[in-house]
Every structure is written in C-alpha cells, then in structure tokens.
C-alpha cells in the first residue's frame, strides 16, 4: 500500500470510528463502500480490499467532508533541495 492510500485508509477509519457517529457517513454509506470493493476485487489480499474500500469511500465521503477532501490533496514530502538550504 502506497502512501496515498494509506492516508484514505486512516481517513476513512477516523469517519467509522468517531463518537458521536458523523452525519456524513451513515451504515449505508459503509456497506456501500465495502460491496463496491468486494465487485472490485483482484489481486492483492486483504491490503488491497482495505484500500479500494477506503478510495471507494472518498468517492463519497470527499465531496461531503471538504476539509476531509482537502486534507488527502496536501503534500507531505518534500523533494531533496526544497527547503532552500540544500
């Protein structure tokens, strides 16, 4: 699992497992999430279902939690020579 995906996943964990339960994402938004990675399944294991769960689950939970959105478009790394010192 790559770095993109790995920030979904946590995304999307943080969303099913917040008290109280968040309004934007209901059960049915869940099992939504989860069948459409069960048609997707391939190769890859359990990683990979856990992954194209949680990019299935932004396919919805993005456009209804912008900070959500924006937070996933953000850059973490910086390249070598980016900080102006080297």
Known sequence: MNEAAAREVILVQAFETAQPVPTH???EDRAWATRIALDDAGAGGPEMFIARRARH????????EPA???WLARRLWRGIGSC???
């Open 25 to 27: 994402w209901s059960e």
């Open 57 to 64: 689950a932004m396919q919805r939970l993005g456009p209804r």
């Open 68 to 70: 959500a959105a924006s």
């Open 84 to 86: 102006g010192r080297c």
